[in-house]
């Protein structure tokens, strides 16, 4: 009975120290979220030829509206928009041929191709399409990204930089649904958002993200074209370590794009906020480990429960209100709303989330289960 009340205490200590760092931490995060992108990266270059690669899977909410602002890039040069699925029958066709149709005057093509070259569709996707690429710049967005008019006037002028190999960007979340859909998105904003800006400024975080990988068609062959990343779980992520191994720099971009958060029930969330969960563990096990004060309020509640006493109540809410904080700053620089009555219950399924990822090494894909292995690499799918 003394070890298990020693346990306790030591417990509720823990819980409040983390949350003591977990507020301090989430202060600097939102003065460091109010002053990204103050000085972007300006280029002043000519506009090249694109061929915009976008991968499809499904009957995706809001498609057509997403493939229609990347058919209005107020852009000066060719853009090809390539769309990929494996499935003849796939709904995304249908969208995308009635867009060709309205958009006579877009250069956008589509076709499928069920061929495989490893368990992650996406790249089989790409790579199935690749070779119908007219231009030597691309540009890989995935079917859930929003983008705005000048994205690719933007991405493409960074790219022209000295030492550039590759352009990615930052997202946010855009809730397309009820409550499942907002805490997905809430999750993006802040927590992901937040934790990449500060990863970035900190020099911790070397991220590449699916929502933009914008590179040349010579680096793509630099780095032994998408083969090496078709079993991959984070294959963004390894696309821009092939990069920077190659000697070159990836960018992230002062430009922003949003992600369409579309989870209509309890498991669709829980199951894509633990692949992100577990892709981000697996690329950066301390680091996550490490993670656990970003979510100060979750354990602060934690020890007021364990008895941790009146300084645990009162460390609980100074974690809302800096949590709060957070999602005003984000609001202010990003633009995206913020239901402030969400907060608690995202900052708990959040944690749960956090907890969950510890315990079991599968994700769930696009309708398939995974087993991530050590190296990031997927095994055993089923459906």
């Known amino acids: 009975m003394v070890v298990f009340d020693e346990f306790i205490r030591w417990a ?11 507020c301090l931490y989430t202060g600097a995060a939102s003065v460091l979220t109010l002053r990204f992108g103050r000085t972007p990266h300006h280029q002043n270059a000519e506009p090249r030829a694109v061929t915009v690669l976008v991968p499809l899977c499904g009957d995706e909410p809001g498609l057509e509206a997403r493939l229609r602002a990347l058919c209005a890039q107020d ?3 060719p853009v090809q928009i390539l769309c990929t699925s494996r499935d003849a029958d796939d709904p995304a066709i249908a969208v995308v041929e009635k867009l060709a149709a309205d958009l006579p005057q877009a250069d956008l093509e589509w076709q499928t191709d069920p061929r495989l070259h490893g368990r992650n569709l996406k790249m089989s996707n790409l790579m199935n399409v690749l070779p119908r690429a007219r231009h030597d710049v691309l540009v890989m967005i995935d079917s859930d990204i929003m983008v705005g008019p000048d994205h690719l006037a933007r991405v493409v002028g960074e790219l022209q930089h000295p030492n550039i190999g590759a352009v990615t960007c930052l997202y946010t979340g855009i809730p397309d649904g009820g409550l499942w859909a907002r805490l997905s998105a809430k999750s993006t904003n802040l927590h992901f958002l937040p934790g990449v800006i500060v990863g970035l400024r900190a020099r911790l975080a070397q991220p590449c993200f699916g929502s933009t990988i914008a590179l040349t068609r010579a680096t793509l062959e630099r780095i032994g074209g998408l083969k090496p990343f078709v079993d991959h779980l984070w294959d963004d992520y390894a696309i821009g370590q092939a990069v920077r191994a190659a000697g070159l720099e990836v960018r992230v971009s002062a430009l922003t794009v949003g992600h369409v958060c579309v989870e209509s029930t309890g498991r669709q969330f829980f199951s894509y906020q633990l692949r992100n969960a ?13 993670a656990v004060i970003t979510h100060p309020f979750a354990l602060g509640l934690l020890a007021v429960l364990l008895g941790a006493g009146q300084s645990a109540v009162a460390l609980t809410g100074l974690a809302l209100v800096s949590r709060m904080a ?12 913020v239901s402030y009555w969400l907060l608690p219950l995202h900052d708990l399924a959040a944690f749960a989330v956090y907890f969950m990822s510890f315990f079991g090494a599968s994700v769930i894909w696009r309708g398939h289960r995974y087993r991530v292995q050590q190296d990031g690499t997927l095994a055993q799918a089923s459906p």
């Open 278 to 290: 577990r892709t981000i563990g697996g690329i950066d096990p301390l680091g996550y480990l490490g």
């Open 326 to 337: 957070l999602g005003a700053c984000v609001t202010r620089r990003f633009g995206v709303p």
């Open 75 to 77: 852009y000066a040069a």
């Open 12 to 22: 509720a200590d823990f819980c409040l120290a983390g949350a003591l760092l977990g």
